[in-house]
């Protein structure tokens, strides 16, 4: 009842303060209808075949004051994949804002990143079913053009309810270019971020309070790019099945390196990490949960992001957490990117001009020794264990005349399954070779009429073998599109992952509604994955902001 009274009274205040300020808010809509299909791998649909997730965002600026609040209603339960705390309806999120000059100070929900996030991110993605927002106080203050700070205390969300464990941090942002008035830019950071959890174990050395820091540096200068940033974390407890194991508490550490060149038509980025025992959460025994559920820090995985059915197959999660069973300790690796634009006419570049684009990705375990029996183990930081993932793609975007255009995608995939899953392949090896190719032609008929074909094939020498997908799109002008789509395991189950759908935009507002079968497996946004179970159904979409 208080949540539907809080949504009540601001809808209230919002009418009431409207015409003297500015509101805002959106609404998301996805809902799917699931349904038995014996031609799927588990196609039983789940008791509740009807499942909605729903989000209402509502927003009032008033001068130097910001109100907000997020109403969310999951009907009858939060669809397959996602955070079973995520059930029933509520007001989730809220938060009030004050900003006057150079200082900021919320009280409720806030979302906020320390560096790259390696110490401390909070964000929201629907997609993946993830909120950590931290419920507390933030004040930020910036002294001078070249130096903030920010402070903040809180406790992090989990579904409805708030974490046991606080979370609090302090960040420091330092622009030494800007001080010295140099050309180059050089950037330097240094945060804290500290967890307390009540001890509930009966060992006394049993550790509460969970400290990590971080320093990190940004030089820009000329037609190069260094970042750098290091992360300590203090020693915590190994969770093995939500369970802590008593004894022996290890601290964790990472390093990320990224390297850039760029000049007009050629940009080269290089990203490197390794982490060692960097799983880092709110409540300590949510660590290595599927959902990344109370998670306090950020750790994609970088390799090369892609849309194409073959190509989200075989994706690597990330591997940074203690792992006694599996003898894993954190991984080493990173990934290299080269795109070059030739110009039209070029040798290269072709009558319209074309661009190449090349990524190596590699990544492994750290080299490990574990004393399962002891609860202890042996690592290095820089050092190799077993493989995890290597690919190496290329792509080729090119125009054949001024309306048909065409992309052609090639890539090499490794994808050890007993690390990146923690289960051998459904033909029982843990280890796959594929070889993925992709056209995407595009035809532009004019006045926002298109027609998109795209042929997709997989080659692989484990799980299921080979697949076979094709979409095929046509846009009648700049708001409506349908499409019609196929994902065809022909080597070994003979499943159609079939798929048909369209959607329509107007103004502010998008509907699309779809039906057809969804491939289980890991579904990837920016480097971060969920697992999503096979499934068949009627899929309905809305979005719209006001």
Not at 69 to 98: C, K, R
Not at 398 to 427: M, P, R, V
Not at 462 to 475: F, I, K, P, Q
Request: charged content about 20%.
């Amino acid at each position: 009842m208080k949540n539907y009274l809080l949504l009540a009274a601001l809808l209230i205040a919002f009418n009431i303060k409207a015409q003297d300020g500015t509101f805002s808010g959106g609404l998301e809509s996805n809902s799917q209808w699931y349904q038995d299909d014996d031609g799927i791998l588990n196609g039983v649909a789940p008791q509740d075949q009807f499942r909605s997730n729903n989000y209402l965002k509502l927003q009032y600026t008033q001068g130097k004051f910001t109100v907000g609040a997020q109403y969310e209603l999951y009907q009858p339960s939060p669809l397959l994949g996602y955070f079973e705390g995520f059930e029933g309806n509520g007001i989730a999120t809220y938060f009030a804002t004050f900003k006057h000059k150079d200082l900021e100070i919320t009280a409720g929900n806030f979302y906020d990143q320390f560096g790259s996030g390696l110490i401390f991110r909070t964000w929201e993605d629907h997609t993946l079913g993830i909120d950590n927002s931290i419920r507390g106080i933030r004040v930020n203050y910036a002294f001078n053009d070249y130096l903030e700070a920010t402070g903040f205390i809180g406790n992090q969300r989990t579904g409805f309810e708030l974490s046991e464990g606080t979370v609090q941090g302090i960040n420091s942002e330092f622009d030494l270019g800007e001080l010295l008035n140099t050309e180059t830019g050089i950037n330097i950071g240094a945060s804290y971020v500290g967890r307390y959890q009540v001890n509930t174990s009966a060992d006394p050395d049993f550790p509460s309070t969970v400290n990590a820091y971080s320093m990190r540096g940004d030089l820009y200068f000329d037609k190069f790019n260094v970042q750098a940033e290091y992360v300590y974390k203090e020693p915590d407890a190994v969770i093995v099945g939500g369970t802590p194991l008593l004894g022996n508490y290890f601290d964790g550490r990472a390093l990320l390196l990224n390297l850039g060149y760029s000049i007009p038509g050629l940009g080269i980025n290089t990203t490197l990490r390794a982490t060692e025992n960097m799983g880092f959460f709110s409540d300590r025994e949510q660590a290595g949960n599927p959902f990344l559920n109370q998670t306090i820090n950020f750790v994609p995985g970088y390799t090369k992001q892609s849309s194409y059915m073959v190509r989200n197959i075989y994706v690597y999660n990330p591997q940074v957490f203690l792992n006694p069973d599996e003898e894993e300790a954190g991984e080493i690796g990173g990934q290299l990117d080269v795109v070059h634009t030739a110009k039209p006419g070029s040798l290269f570049g072709f009558k319209y001009g074309t661009t190449y684009s090349l990524n190596y990705s590699n990544w492994a375990g750290l080299d490990s020794s574990f004393d399962v029996p002891n609860n202890d183990y042996d690592a290095s930081l820089f050092s190799r264990g077993k493989k995890y993932f290597e690919e190496f793609s290329f792509q080729l975007n090119t125009k054949f005349s001024k309306a048909l255009s065409a992309k052609f995608t090639a890539a090499q995939t490794y994808y050890n399954a007993k690390n990146i899953e923690g289960g051998n392949l459904l033909d029982g090896q843990s280890e796959l070779n594929g070889t993925a190719f992709v056209a995407d032609l595009l035809y532009d008929l004019g006045k926002g009429r298109s027609v998109r074909f795209d042929a997709q094939h997989l080659s692989a020498d484990a799980d299921r073998g080979n697949w076979a997908a094709a979409t095929l799109e046509y846009a009648f002008n700049t708001s409506l599109s349908l499409y019609v789509a196929d994902l065809y395991n022909y080597d070994d189950t003979e499943i159609h992952y079939y798929s048909v759908g369209g959607s329509y935009t107007k103004g502010r507002t998008r509907v699309a509604l779809n039906y057809g079968r969804q491939r289980g497996g890991l579904i990837c946004v920016g480097g971060v994955c969920r697992f999503v179970p096979e499934n068949t159904g009627l899929t309905l979409n809305l979005t719209t902001n006001f």
